[in-house]
């Protein structure tokens, strides 16, 4: 199938290579010429583990093409895919400006029938929007060119996007258009040989049903990080209590970590745009706005624990930051924890030495503050340091060698957001420990009650 894919960013081209991956045809454009060059060039604008080689071996195919040019790109396929980013605009609600000059250009352009697929997150109603706009340029040009629009909300997650693409829990399509199911069902058909994965339903259901999974999800976090609050005050420790519920079927053991925060470029903004368009619905959506309260304080508690620790005045303390991404195995740093920290740390005085596998040039230009300096190893970042904070659990940051890390900082005092060490592993090798959640000795409250 000829598949054209707007928007080259982690799911516009995550999407295109992996349709590519399957056979297809597939062109994708961006209006962002530098990221197509880079493409062209045979690079990758982004980090996302196993997606290079998808890339390389699609092109080398012929299978996989890259244009900034959207005349061709709107020509090109059958089936074209929206996947613009969705931003928050200034109240937090989803920014559609870019889905619908997508939209317009298709009207513009498009000279047979189309199925114009909505892969970014949109609130509930916006392939009404996208109809509508598409309609308005077919009109203005004064022709009938037929088409449907579907919803096709993605689910992968970024680190494991060429994984979560090629074998899908669920792929869910809102279509009411009988050609363009049948064309959605031949497309994904290769994504699903083992069994049906694909949820058909009414567009506005498919809509909501990715502002649902995610709202879930942050709910889940936002509920184990209080709770981990109040493990501390009660000196009960919220790594047991996470097996402990976990094993519970109904529970289940996925995303109740408690940590320095959810962060990246869909939790934020979807809990905050579900919030707004729930407003403009009428409802207001109580749990979800607890969640985000609560994970905008948590992103502040590993600093207040180094406050506690070390008074408010930091000025002279230096301290190293490992993990500046908003989860491992991306580059990602939008709405990322670690930049909450970076600056809650840089506004008491404090000095830092940051180290990340991958975001780091990205940190720079986001951060831009001479008191950061960027280290070449996890290391190199401790040397000298009065404490260590974790904030992204990079894979090899789990076990470093715990007596070179004491002898390597000023003071051993470690601040882990992501619980990722054994605190009584980091207690024998001489480390004060301060994990989330986790009391100094079990049965010990941490904090005082007030
Ligand atoms: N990143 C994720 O993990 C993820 C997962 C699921 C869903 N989503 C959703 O997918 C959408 C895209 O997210 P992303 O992270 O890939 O965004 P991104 O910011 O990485 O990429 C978006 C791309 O769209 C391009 N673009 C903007 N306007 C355009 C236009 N008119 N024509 C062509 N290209 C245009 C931009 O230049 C950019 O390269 C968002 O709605 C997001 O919420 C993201």
Redesign the pocket.
Known sequence: MKVTV???????LVSGACLAEMGNDVLC????AA?IEVLRRGELPIFEPGLLETVRRNVAASRLHFTCDAEEAVRFGTVLFI????PPDEHGCADLQ?VL??AR?IGRLMTDYKVVVD????PVGTADQVHAAIAEALAERGVEVPYAVVSN??????GA?VEDFMRPDRIIIGADDPQAVLHMRALYAPFQRNHERLVMMDVRSAELTKYAANAMLATRISFMNELALLAERMGADIELVRQGIGSDPRIGYHFLYAGCGYGG??FP??VKALIRSAESAGESLQVLQAVERANERQKHVLVDKVLRRFGDDLAGRHFALWGLAFKPDTDDLREAPSLVIARDLLDHGASLAAYDPVAMDEARALLHDPQVAYADSPMAAAEGADALLVATEWKEFRSPDFARLRRTMRQPVVFDGRNIFSPEIAREAGLEYHGIGRPPRAGAPSTPPP
């Open positions: 707007m928007g080259v960013g982690y799911v516009g454009m961006d209006v962002d990221k996947a613009v980013g969705t870019h000059a997508a250009c892969k970014s997150t949109v909300p993605e689910f992968l997650k970024e996007a470029s869909c903004k979807d």
